[in-house]
T-cell receptor, first 116, second 114 residues
Framework: AQKITQTQPGMFVQEKEAVTLDCTYD???????LFWYKQPSSGEMIFLIY??????QNATEGRYSLNFQKARKSANLVISASQLGDSAMYFC?????????????FGSGTRLSIRP | DSGVTQTPKHLITATGQRVTLRCSPR?????VYWYQQSLDQGLQFLIQ???????AKGNILERFSAQQFPDLHSELNLSSLELGDSALYFC?????????????FGPGTRLLVL
């Protein structure tokens, strides 16, 4: 069954440090996509980064990178040089290619707080 | 700005009432998705439309319904509202339906049922 697990309910990180947000997933579909979204206190869901199951290289988008370990079924988000504006909820999500519903399944989220 | 618009931003209503939430997808996107975010249930997929046709249903209550119009905007209708329907309702859109299609979310409609 399709499942996303985020085991860190909350994290505190010092500004300018790198931070890794954990995400593990479970699927029997060989083709799937993994996504990270950011939700600041204002409420909107902001797309950050995408990794396809067949991608050979880890995805990167500016300060965001995705540490994709397919055999371990993990897709951790790495934020380099954290900034105060990075304080938000972060959701890992997955979408299966052959699922009857082309929906995104979200994890429970990690609340990241950046200390000045 | 994701390019997805949702109206209204906030809605306060009473139990038993009916409301309509509206969503306009990004230009060119054919798929529209509705999600509900509540404190106890997290983010839940409700329903998807693709080019006017219903494609997938998730945890959508029978009191809720949706449609996608020829101009591709979508409406989510919530009826016989209960206190537990208070939540943030998101619309998202994507160009297609594949696993690699990124869904871009609107700002959400925050519904409070009193």
């Amino acid at each position: 069954a399709q499942k996303i697990t985020q085991t860190q309910p909350g994290m505190f990180v010092q500004e300018k440090e790198a931070v890794t947000l954990d995400c593990t997933y479970d699927t029997s579909d060989p083709s799937y996509g993994l996504f990270w979204y950011k939700q600041p206190s204002s409420g909107e869901m902001i797309f950050l980064i995408y990794q396809g199951s067949y991608d050979q290289q880890n995805a990167t988008e500016g300060r965001y990178s995705l540490n994709f370990q397919k055999a371990r079924k993990s897709a951790n988000l790495v934020i380099s040089a954290s900034q105060l504006g990075d304080s938000a909820m972060y959701f890992c999500a997955m979408r299966e290619e052959y699922s009857s519903a082309s929906k995104i399944i979200f994890g429970s989220g990690t609340r990241l707080s950046i200390r000045p | 700005d994701s390019g997805v618009t949702q109206t209204p931003k906030h809605l306060i209503t009473a139990t038993g009432q009916r409301v309509t939430l509206r969503c306009s997808p990004r230009s060119g996107d054919l798929s529209v998705y509705w999600y509900q975010q509540s404190l106890d249930q997290g983010l839940q997929f409700l329903i998807q439309y693709y080019n006017g046709e219903e494609r997938a249903k998730g945890n959508i209550l029978e009191r809720f319904s949706a449609q996608q119009f020829p101009d591709l905007h979508s409406e989510l209708n919530l009826s016989s509202l209960e206190l537990g329907d208070s939540a943030l309702y998101f619309c998202a859109s994507s160009g297609g339906q594949g696993a690699g299609e990124t869904q871009y979310f609107g700002p959400g409609t925050r519904l409070l049922v009193l």
